[in-house]
């Protein structure tokens, strides 16, 4: 940048470095989506069109940034985590976060019409928010991640009965709204299967859980730590110096190239996080597959 007498305003810009060796969480949020899923007429309870375009749209957020190394969406929302390690802008909120959410929307649209063939967007077009949050530890990562999925589990039964009690039960939305107001988990289960003939553990998984995206990767050294004190402990944590810059590439060049898979899992218990040692091991020496194995 040239410099001129009115440099100085660059004097005005504020800070905004994140926390070191913390855990970066981005997750970003559709605006005014329920109006939105009104407009293009989103099946209800679950669009299974509109899971997968949020899917895809993530999925291409991890080609494109691969310091990103773990996913996890559900309905409008996502949620990217960088590891503690990561250095991307030099860890500036403001432009991990821009550059987050501007890409995922880019994808959104971009795709839109593979999921949407017959519906064209206009304005207001789909948009997303931000918000970057830090977690010094595993552990209160992995509570982060739990939280997001009882919230999946408890709003999509909620979504599930109340939609049954309107569509097939014939009830107004305030109808159905009343009659679930106050009522628990095995009520709902029992309104579905004793008036719908539905079993709620039979609905698909990415509506219950969520989904979950990460690159495929194994490991070069064959002995990696999975020690764990508890469900909700640290599994296979190794803590690990500063990267070269070498080695920096190499990590990020391995990350590009990786095949990224969706999967519809249980984040709560911890053989998920035990069978996947890399995703949080802070152990860089990684070898990533591109293959389908």
Known sequence: MANSKYEYVKDYERSDCLLPSTYIVIRIDGRGFHRFSIKYAFEKPNDRRASELMNAAAAGVLTEIPEICIAYGLSDEFSFVFDKTCNLFERRESKIITIVVSTFTSYYLYLWTSYFPAKSL??????????????????????????????????????????????????????????????????????????????????????????????????????????????????????????????????????????????????????????????LSGYHQRSFSNTNS
Do not use: M
């Open 122 to 279: 206009s304005p207001p077009l789909p948009s997303f928010d931000g918000r970057a949050v830090l977690y010094p530890s595993e552990t209160l990562l992995r509570d982060y991640f739990n939280w997001r999925q009882v919230d999946c589990h408890v709003n999509n039964l909620y979504n599930t009965t109340f939609w049954a009690l309107v569509n097939k039960g014939g009830q107004s939305p305030t109808q159905a709204e009343q009659d679930l107001k106050g009522t628990l988990a095995a009520d709902k289960n029992e309104i579905l299967f004793s008036r719908f003939q539905v079993n709620y553990n039979n609905e698909p998984a990415i509506f219950k859980k969520g989904s979950i995206l990460y690159r495929k990767a194994s490991y070069d050294a064959p002995n990696i730590p999975t020690t764990t004190e508890n469900d909700s402990g640290p599994v296979g944590r190794r803590e690990t110096g500063p990267l070269s810059k070498t080695q920096e590439d190499t990590d990020k060049k391995r990350r590009a190239k990786a095949r990224i898979v969706i999967e519809h899992e249980d984040l709560i218990k911890a053989e998920f996080w035990k069978e996947r040692p890399w995703l």
